[in-house]
């Protein structure tokens, strides 16, 4: 059958009975983009004003963000490496204020950071030798007070904590200026990632693609995080070619946290480059650890612990604790970091045989740490897989993208979610991916279906 003949008669057909309008809407793909995204706005307004009628919301797990993983992934899908226009950045905008105005409720992360800096600057003590119970309980440390995390020193390194200490001095040590510089801080850093994505790639719909992303906007701006500046530290060092820069950066998002250290083999295109730019991070962490000590007080060996978190405290992981539950705390303990080392042996190798490229093993590389040394996967433990794949070309790469971005929903994922969602987002990208297409057709949608009924 002739489509496009018998499609010009349908439509001409529509048009006499006055619902040409509706066709037109149908098969205009700007149309269904605009509606998505004032769709995604409207639900994200919902969100904030829904995240002030609870002191401790936690939205994961609820219908709501089960629909906004769910839009998010599918304007991933509809947006991936299409070039967006100017009107376009306003949805950008208006989800960026929104995200600022919505009360911080995924994680009470903030009230440490901000803890710290008061501990630091307030009370001059070293977070990393003193504990948060061994102060008086205050604005920052009421809410988290029986948390575990509170018995543990600080987790992150020595130049975020000098960030805490100017959010304090600029906050005057108030709890809202603190949070409010807290959130412009992971702001720039939001921003500094779109911006080098761009630069890397060429494309501004990638860098569109990661404005959008619930889990960025929701566990960055909403809730602001470490992450997001690790990552832009991480793309600035992939995006500069000197290697004492490349250095400089690399050891800046190790000095946010330790495990970062990871990455910088991956930096590196070949054996010679890479012993370069080792010693430049070298050099850079001596320098920066010496500049930083008075400030902090520094203290490595307490720093590493606390920053392995669920493994080292709680003696788990993820993968191996599901798939060995009735195995001893100390073998759990031991099989965890035997499989992170396996994993990161295996990533290098594919990396050295080219089989993946510098950001696709620093995608990988990434996972490594929650699957392996935690208990639980976060929502914020995708934002450097999300951003890190996004500068990849493989279809693969769009997948875990989509995938983890429907991840938001949870605050916690187990093993068996993980496959279920990984089917869930399979079967859903490819119906979307065909319903959208059919959308080329010469009138749409709709008029390919009512060809179809009546033939």
Request: hydrophobic fraction near 55%.
């Amino acid at each position: 059958m002739d489509l496009g003949r018998s499609g010009g008669a349908a439509y001409a057909g529509c048009r006499r009975f006055g619902i040409s309008v509706l066709v037109d809407v149908c098969y205009n793909r700007g149309m269904i983009r605009l509606a998505l995204g004032l769709l995604y706005l409207i639900l994200f307004i919902i969100q904030a004003v829904f995240s002030y009628s609870f002191s401790d919301y936690n939205f994961h797990s609820s219908p709501l963000l089960f629909v906004l993983g769910g839009l998010g992934a599918l304007m991933t899908a509809v947006w991936w490496r299409r070039l967006p226009a100017r009107l376009d950045w306003l949805l950008v905008a208006a989800l960026l204020v929104v995200a600022v105005a919505t009360f911080p409720g995924t994680s009470r992360d903030h009230l440490r950071y901000l803890f710290d800096g008061e501990m630091i600057r307030i009370w001059h003590l070293s977070p990393y030798v003193h504990l948060p119970y061994e102060v008086p309980v205050d604005q920052y440390s009421q809410p988290f007070a029986h948390i575990w995390w509170t018995r543990i020193p600080s987790p992150y390194g020595p130049l975020w904590e000098a960030m805490m200490v100017g959010v304090n001095f600029i906050s005057n040590n108030r709890l809202v200026g603190g949070l409010i510089a807290l959130k412009l801080l992971n702001l720039a850093g939001l921003l500094a990632c779109a911006w080098y994505l761009y630069r890397l790639t060429g494309r501004k719909s990638v860098a569109y693609v990661l404005l959008i992303n619930p889990v960025v906007l929701a566990d960055t701006v909403a809730t602001p995080h470490t992450d997001i500046v690790m990552a832009a530290f991480l793309l600035m060092a992939g995006y500069y070619q000197r290697a004492p820069v490349r250095g400089l950066l690399t050891a800046a998002a190790v000095l946010i946290k330790p495990h970062m250290i990871i990455f910088w083999p991956f930096l590196a295109k070949s054996w010679r480059q890479g012993v370069v730019v080792g010693v430049w991070v070298t050099v850079a962490l001596v320098g920066l650890l010496l500049a930083l000590k008075p400030l902090v007080g520094f203290d490595w060996l307490p720093m590493v612990q606390a920053a392995q978190g669920g493994g080292v405290t709680a003696r788990i992981s993820l993968l191996m604790y599901g798939l060995f539950p009735w195995a001893p705390a100390q073998y759990i303990y031991l099989a965890s970091y035997g499989l992170f080392f396996a994993g990161y042996a295996g990533i290098f190798w594919l990396y050295v045989r080219h089989r993946v490229s510098s950001w696709e093993a620093l995608a990988l590389a990434s996972l490594l740490v929650p699957l392996c040394l935690t208990g639980v996967l976060l929502p914020w433990h995708f934002m450097l897989p999300i951003t890190l794949l996004l500068l990849s070309d493989k279809r693969i790469a769009k997948m875990g993208v989509l995938f983890f971005t429907f991840l938001v929903m949870r605050s916690a994922v187990s093993v068996l979610e993980l496959l279920i969602t990984a089917v869930v987002v399979m079967m859903g990208y490819l119906i979307v991916r065909e319903v959208y297409h059919r959308l080329s057709e010469p009138r749409g949608l709709l008029l390919w279906a009512v060809e179809g009924l009546r033939s």
